[in-house]
């Protein structure tokens, strides 16, 4: 592969990886995984820290010994996710789009890989509050802004209340949300982090609200893996038996994204030794994870 051409694919793949983090409403979760490692080819260790709580001072004696347990917590990844797509160098020069393999790339980014990640993301999220009987009750189309509060309150109850919380809302939720007055008069536009984007966000009581497409808010998805029968367009859709997640509250750092790979490989029709053509090839593979701390922090609404 020529020089020019790896180099582009090295700062493509960059590129697209910070679109994953700055245009996702999950995205934010990548900067929670700074200390996993990996061991092995799909098994991740994220660290948990237990200790114990204060003792007597004894004047005699000093102090109680106490013990610092690090259990490193394995995770297997789950998502290997990729595509290949060929542009044929004639087409590739009569639209005049000016670098269109790169156009291409961002645009299933955008459009395929962020959506997809979103839902798989959040219907996990939304899965373990339900295992753990952490549902917040109520009917949005009256008691939206209470129901938030209470999604709130439980959150604070289990972490504390200085855990940074952020809250996920679907259309639906958002829109009843919106109609509230409780709203308007709590409101506020603060900064959110994501990656190394800042970006405004409605925050209530200083927890950060993100309203999310309602496709992306579903109990449970089949993911398409491109080949079989019927499942030719890959990507993903609502599972015959999921619900609609309304609401999720959680401490912001609960949720680790770990990405072992996002790789952008492009091969011009000079390299494409099986047509003339230019080839894309994408993958991802990813998981992400709740530390055992917090699975009993996260709350949610379903319909």
Known sequence: MAINTLTYNENLTGEL?????Q???TGFMADNVLRAKFVGAKTVLIPDVEMQGLGDYNRDTGFVRGTVTVA???FTLQQDRGRSFTIDAED??????SDLIGKVSAEFVRTKVIPEMDAYVLSKLGGLAAEQGNLIEGDPATDAYAMLLSGIHKAQAAVGYDEELVA???STFWEALQKTPELSRTLVMNDFARGDLNVKVATVNGVSILPVQEGRMMSAYTFGDGATAGQEEGGFAPADEAKHIGLIVMPKKACSLVKKTEKTRIFDPKENLAADAWKLDYRVYYDAFVKKSYTDAIFSYTY
């Not at 590739?92 to 789009?97: C, F, I, L, Q, R």
């Open 17 to 21: 990886d910070r679109v994953l983090v």
């Open 23 to 25: 245009r996702s409403v």
């Open 72 to 74: 490193n917590t394995p």
């Open 92 to 97: 590739a020069d009569e639209t005049g789009v």
């Open 168 to 170: 996920f809302a679907n």
